[in-house]
């Protein structure tokens, strides 16, 4: 099934997990949720999510998801909003940058795998 993630907080939908904690059981497709459902993080609704987009091996995407809270720290992208240029990779993140939307440290993140 498609994952799909936030353009506003960068939460991935998994729904090989679903949004347990509001009533969403593992397997729901995005199609399947209900129109009034709400992105966990920011409470924004379904219309600000997009497919998320499986790359080539070739292109070497290295995607950083936060355990916590589900958004995707990705280095084309950078965090711009907290001093953090495109470009930077995860590595050369500060040690004491934190999570945009929640706040997770670092340890909090893992390589997602296409």
Wanted: proline share 9%.
């Amino acid at each position: 099934m498609k994952k799909y993630v936030c353009e506003v907080c960068g939460y991935v939908y998994d729904p090989n997990i679903g949004d347990i904690e509001h009533g969403i059981p593992a397997g729901t497709s995005f199609e399947e949720l209900p129109e009034n459902w709400l992105c966990p993080p920011c409470g924004v609704s379904k219309e600000h999510f997009s497919e998320v987009v499986e790359y080539q091996k070739e292109n070497k995407k290295e995607l950083y998801m936060c355990e916590i809270c589900g958004y995707v720290y990705d280095p084309n992208v950078g965090d711009i909003e907290h001093g953090i240029p495109a470009g930077t990779s995860f590595e050369e993140l500060p040690k004491d940058w934190i999570c945009p939307p929640c706040g997770a440290g670092k340890e909090h993140f893992s390589k997602m795998k296409f």
